[in-house]
């Protein structure tokens, strides 16, 4: 596929889109505190720099030091930000705290093997980021494990605060029901397009990337659009305004 392929420039918008979600959540963050939000303003700052690196890629070509960015934010802490945000939720806050340093933990070691692997440069593709450039494939062993936690935690999360809101039947429940299934549906969608890349088709990480964006986005802007504490009550408390 050439690089002036218009699925390529994806990224771009993505981007932008990032920014505006972390901009959003930031300022709620400021107004109401919360660990909630300030690891879904983090995940969306690193979001935002996974995809800078992918539109670095199609206008400048590739480039090592962005390649190892694309991994790091991309390829490893993908959702998990979105995730640990969502463990402030799930979870009481001493549970939280223990999920995050063991998370923080695996990232760095993660990270360090990134920036440490040489790559073999025989495979790199001008306009084409993957992981299989790495001379030593064994580094790309951590990033299923943190997606597999990031998922799990992430639109499990969402779907268990949709059922709450679908049983309890208060009001707004309707809404909340859709904002999560939103958010379930936006967290599962950039981990399949990441499952491409792992053969060669980076394109539909690029298309996947921005559609689950966007819906977990919708599903912010729905939970938070009536001034609610929460990105999405995950507490066994009835749905009521």
């Known amino acids: 596929m050439p690089a002036q392929s218009a699925v390529h420039y994806i990224p771009i918008a993505t981007t932008c889109v990032a920014i505006g979600f972390a901009l959003t959540?930031?300022?709620r963050y400021r107004a109401r505190g919360?660990?909630?939000l300030l690891w879904w303003g983090i995940g969306m700052v690193t979001y935002a720099a996974g995809t800078f690196t992918e539109s670095w890629t199609t206008l400048f070509?590739?480039?090592e030091p962005i390649f190892r960015l694309w991994y790091i934010t991309g390829a490893l802490l993908g959702g998990a930000p979105l995730a640990q945000g969502t463990a402030y939720l799930l979870w009481s806050r001493k549970t939280a705290d223990r999920l995050t340093v063991i998370l923080i933990t695996v990232i760095i070691v993660a990270s360090v093997?990134?920036?440490l692997a040489p790559i073999n440069f025989g495979l790199v593709e001008?306009?084409?980021l993957s992981g299989k450039v790495f001379a030593t494939q064994w580094v790309r062993a951590f990033s299923p494990f943190i997606n597999t936690y990031a998922a799990s935690v992430l639109v499990g999360g969402a779907c268990w605060s949709a059922y709450r809101y679908w049983q309890n039947q208060g009001s707004g429940a309707a809404r909340r029901v859709l904002a999560n299934t939103l958010i379930a549906f936006g967290g599962i969608l950039?981990?399949?397009g990441?499952?491409?890349t792992r053969f060669g088709h980076v394109e539909v990480l690029y298309v996947t990337e921005l559609l689950g964006?966007?819906?977990i986005f919708a599903g912010y802007l729905l939970i938070t659009r009536d001034g609610g504490r929460t990105i999405h009550r995950l507490a066994t408390q009835p749905a009521t305004n």
């Open 25 to 27: 959540v930031f300022a």
């Open 34 to 36: 919360g660990m909630h």
């Open 61 to 63: 070509g590739w480039n």
């Open 113 to 115: 093997a990134v920036l």
């Open 126 to 128: 001008l306009h084409r």
């Open 190 to 192: 950039p981990g399949i």
């Open 194 to 196: 990441g499952s491409f």
């Open 213 to 215: 964006l966007t819906m």
